[in-house]
């Protein structure tokens, strides 16, 4: 093939046109800055992470800011419909889909993309090229988003995610490591603080301050 086939394709990445890819703020500064700018507008994230470690709350401006409907596909546990409600996110904008068959997830995933009134949470083992470049082209048919969720250190690596993300707990929120994004680095990390938004989840940081003895008179 060509580099002109290349180019037409999407397959080269040209650096000069990187500024120049959709975002969509994630609600958090630090994560904004870390992907400069913010969640591609449309396309496929992999979030890699281990379950409850607040990779929903990481999400959740995500879900308020959307006036579609979220579709959260074989998520792990039953949604809590309170914290949702809690956050502004009434039973009306969210619908849980459980397909039979990993056949039918990624058809119902792609039916979702399409659709154009969506977006979608999916918890999915395994996902090959062509399947990923379906799922691609429904999110800019759709103009979609989809966020899948992948245990650490999955063999979902190789694939051609626009955006893939490694989070790991931290006492004060969790540690978001970029793996891949299209069109910049991967290797970056950053510290997203929970605790201006739940201040009751993280832990209170010790003082680094060390008294001076004071000294007894008299």
Known sequence: MSLEQLLAHQQVWRG????????????????DELLQGGFPAQGVTALHTQPAVGELRLLMPQLQQQQRLWILINPPALPNAEFFAQHGIGNHQLLVLRPNSAKETLWATEQCLLSGSSHVLLWQQGMNVAQLKRLQLACQHG??????FYPP?????????D???ELQA???GLQVTVLKRRGGWPGQSRLIHFA??????TQ???SQVIPFPQEKVG
């Not at 250190?153 to 995610?161: E, I, V, W």
């Not at 201006?196 to 989840?201: A, F, I, M, S």
């Open 143 to 148: 103009d979609s988003r989809l966020f899948a």
């Open 196 to 201: 201006r938004h739940w201040p009751e989840l």
């Open 163 to 165: 955006l893939q993300l």
């Open 16 to 31: 000069f046109k990187t500024q120049n890819l959709p975002k969509k703020s994630s609600g958090y500064p630090e994560l």
């Open 204 to 206: 209170q940081q010790a």
């Open 153 to 161: 250190h999955d063999s979902q690596f190789s694939l051609p995610f």
């Open 170 to 172: 931290h006492p004060q």
